[in-house]
């Protein structure tokens, strides 16, 4: 195996590289607000013209982001986002976290979800009635960085199970 070591994440990601105007051509946005994320999980999103969308409904989000709530970071509200239309927009109240070429997408988003990441976020939230962590706080954390090839297993085994019980998630629902 390749070389491990630690870095700072900053170093490996774009942190929210894309927002919306009102001049963007879509008329039509799904926005996900902070309160249909849970842990790991979406409970929906609202359909709604681009003009009549929140002020908050501004970052663009594309297959293999992580988004991550930067409002009481010890909520642990976060998504891995897979396959979302074109026009799929978060609030600003998330993070957008997204890979470069260094980190695979799915590492990264296990990497950020974890207990120890979490109370990293909480350690350092400002403010008291509406504690969150700014952007800085995101790039300079400390993260492990194995090799491509040991990212790359460490994040398959995860997601098989991260699909199985989002599966029977689903069929719990159906039934």
């Known amino acids: 195996m390749g070389q491990n070591y630690t870095t700072h994440l900053g170093s490996v ?12 051509p879509d008329d039509e946005i799904e926005y996900v ?11 929906g999103s609202t ?9 908050r409904a501004k970052r663009l989000v594309k297959h293999g982001d992580t988004i991550i709530s930067t409002v009481r970071p ?3 509200s976060f ?3 897979k396959n979302p239309n074109s026009n799929t927009v978060v609030s600003t109240g998330f993070a957008v976290l997204r890979p470069s070429n260094k980190i695979h997408s799915r590492f990264l988003y296990y990497t950020v979800t974890n207990q120890k990441f979490t109370d990293y976020l909480s350690a350092n939230v400002k403010g008291a009635a509406y504690p969150a962590v700014d952007m800085e706080t995101f790039a300079r954390a400390e993260i492990w960085l194995p090799d491509m090839l040991t990212q790359h297993k460490i994040a ?9 019980i989002e599966n029977n998630l689903r069929r719990i629902k159906i039934l």
């Open 13 to 24: 990601i774009e942190i929210n590289p894309a927002s919306i105007s009102k001049h963007d």
């Open 156 to 164: 398959s085994i995860l997601s098989a199970y991260d699909d199985l």
């Open 74 to 76: 010890n909520l642990r």
């Open 33 to 43: 607000d902070i309160s249909s994320v849970d842990t790991g999980y979406i409970s």
């Open 79 to 81: 998504l891995y986002i």
């Open 47 to 55: 359909r709604m013209l681009l003009v009549e969308a929140p002020s």
